[in-house]
């Protein structure tokens, strides 16, 4: 049993009581819920499935099947383990550069073999394989060995394919065991990418897609465990033959409802927050607006380590509909544009890199979804930061039960766009015996609607009294002149979170707070909002929150034309929400519905 947790403990231990991989009854269980709340009847559609997390379209690029050959393959990298591959050779006379793509997790050599026939359409030799351990199941030619989740294992691969690719007649090389070469990828292939080119310099070009920096992080965003995610990758979008240790470090998570300093170390030495330096490999960083997985903020981090290592980095902000959970298709979290825009400069990235090709790049792009076409700036974040403080005036307590939201209320004056990562600066206290953990999201208030923007919802633990001051996730939007922007604030994401993301799991999305356990939110807390604004946030003012039993707030003493939003004016409301005024603090008291309770196997 894992031991009981203190709110003061600021460093977690944990011994799991038992490991899944150990359990089969636990294993069934659990797979058979995850693939319930995904939607599938007898297992996860890894490919083309209008559920699957992981689809990454391919941009509206046209291949060509005349302009190339296909050869599947097994190859042995460096410790005899055999690599299922396919390898892509183009029609027209070579020697050609080279392109070395896989999969996301739990994929195989399928799922960029599109990716693939565009370059090699494109006259690319490609090669695509499925990583080691992956590719398991029926009618299925899997990868030998065990998956230990880029590991150092999985660089060796790469780099093995790396020599394999030299030794062919049909790629152009530099030098003796040096191809041409660059790498493309989304996810777990993203990440194989970074870590082979902190190690192996022949690398001439990566294109890293909706991937990770810090993985600790990314599962478990300031000390929160992405439970719901971490199901779905364990048990539901995965299959491989995954090494003891990556599914005892997992299990171990999801039952201890959090990561001990061991887990985070291991999922650390799995990230480029803790590679070498990337100093001369010309990258093109592209995170994704709309990612539930890896939020923007894993992408920039990216962005900014190979630029302080010395490689020339673009930054393109995409959407194109990686990792989105929970969206029925009357919700396309992602957009032909960019889809089409992202493939086209990816082609062109390579060409340039690779064939000594031109471009003109600048050193950020992004998808505007209200003009549904890409922006260009000479810089990140394209806009200065600006932050503007509200000072609560009376106390607020935010319940681990019932969980109650608080909003923040900021009055936009003139038209202003968002993008980039804010941070929050607050004084909390954690009330009650269990844990307490904040969430918050940025919300759009607009004509009585309400707007989560781009379905960001920060966690941040609260393990003892004091200020907190954290990034919230990336973001973008335009806001017009009488929009109030909502830091909106709750000890549980429920009613912070799309329905229909709530509905797939059963419950939360993260490890919620405790039933017994809260926050509360003094009188004279000053609460600042830092975010990258085109314009000046409005002039500090102080919030007085009032609430009724109804489950809905009365206006502020200064808001004398409040409106009410319905359940059905945005997504992850299930009661009506009042909406405060200018510099207003709305006390938003919702009860949370259609939910089992989390499990409390570590209490």
Request: glycine share 10%; with cysteine; charged share 25%.
């Amino acid at each position: 049993m894992c031991p009981l947790y203190s709110p003061k403990d600021s460093i977690y231990t944990c011994t799991p009581s038992y490991a899944v991989a150990n359990n089969d009854k636990q294993t069934t269980e659990t797979r058979r819920n995850v693939l319930k709340y995904l939607g599938a009847a007898t297992g996860f559609a890894l490919a083309g499935s209008q559920l699957d997390p992981f689809a990454h379209p391919v941009a509206a690029l046209e291949s060509d099947e005349t302009a190339f050959e296909r050869d599947e393959r097994r190859i042995e990298p460096f410790d005899g383990t055999e690599l299922a591959a396919t390898f892509y050779e183009p029609s027209t006379d070579g020697p050609h550069p080279a392109i070395l793509t896989t999969h996301g997790w739990g994929g195989n050599k399928s799922d960029p073999q599109p990716l693939a026939e565009v370059y090699a359409s494109n006259g690319f030799v490609a090669l695509g394989y499925t990583s080691r351990g992956f590719g398991q199941g029926e009618n299925a030619d899997p990868s030998g060995g065990e998956v230990h989740s880029t590991s150092e294992l999985e660089r060796q691969d790469a780099s093995a394919l790396i020599d394999y690719l030299a030794q062919q007649n049909a790629v152009m090389t530099d030098g003796e065991n040096n191809p041409r070469i660059g790498m493309d990828g989304i996810s777990y292939g993203g990440g194989i990418q970074m870590r082979t080119a902190s190690v192996d310099d022949r690398l001439d070009s990566i294109v890293p897609r909706a991937t990770w920096n810090n993985l600790a992080q990314a599962l478990a965003p300031n000390g929160i465990i992405k439970s719901g995610w971490i199901e779905a990758l364990e048990y539901g979008a995965q299959t491989g033959d995954i090494s003891e240790e990556n599914t005892a470090t997992t299990s171990g998570v999801l039952e201890c409802g959090r990561m001990t300093e061991a887990d985070r170390e291991y999922y650390r030495q799995r990230s480029p927050v803790s590679y070498d330096a990337i100093e001369d490999t010309p990258a093109l960083v592209i995170p994704e607006l709309t990612d539930q997985l890896f939020p923007i903020n894993q992408g920039v981090r990216n962005f900014g380590k190979l630029l302080s290592d010395g490689s020339t980095t673009t930054l393109v902000l995409g959407q194109d509909g990686t990792h989105v959970l929970g969206r029925a298709d009357s919700y396309p979290p992602g957009s032909e544009t960019s889809r089409e825009f992202v493939g086209q400069l990816a082609l062109q990235w390579q060409e340039a890199r690779l064939k000594n090709g031109d471009i003109d790049v600048s050193l950020l792009h992004y998808y505007d979804e209200q003009a549904d076409e890409f922006m260009a700036a000479d810089e990140y974040p394209p806009h200065p930061e600006r932050s503007t403080t509200r000072t609560l005036a009376e106390t607020v307590e935010l319940d681990g039960a019932d969980g109650n939201v608080a909003g923040v209320d900021i009055e936009i004056t003139e038209p202003t766009e968002v993008l980039g990562i804010p941070s929050l600066r607050l004084d909390v206290t954690p009330t009650g015996e269990g844990r307490s953990h904040l969430f918050v999201a940025l919300q759009r208030v607009r004509d009585g609607e309400t707007t989560i923007i781009k379905d960001k919802v920060t966690p941040q633990a609260v393990t003892e009294a004091g200020e907190l001051d954290f990034d919230l996730f990336g973001v973008h939007a335009h806001l017009e002149a009488g929009d109030t922007l909502r830091v909106a604030m709750s000890a549980r994401e429920d009613d912070l979170t799309a329905a229909e993301v709530i509905d797939l799991f059963g419950g939360s999305l993260y490890r919620p707070s405790d039933d017994d356990a809260g926050i509360e939110l003094s009188a004279d807390t000053e609460v600042e909002l830092s975010i990258p604004a085109s314009r000046e946030l409005s002039a500090p003012a102080t919030a007085t929150p009032t609430a009724t039993p109804e489950a809905t707030a009365t206006a502020t003493a200064t808001d004398t034309d409040a409106q009410t939003s319905t359940s059905g004016s945005q997504p992850g409301f299930g009661v009506p929400a009042a909406l405060g005024g200018a510099g207003g603090l709305s006390y938003l008291l919702s009860r949370r519905f259609g939910r089992d309770e989390p499990s409390e196997a570590d209490d």
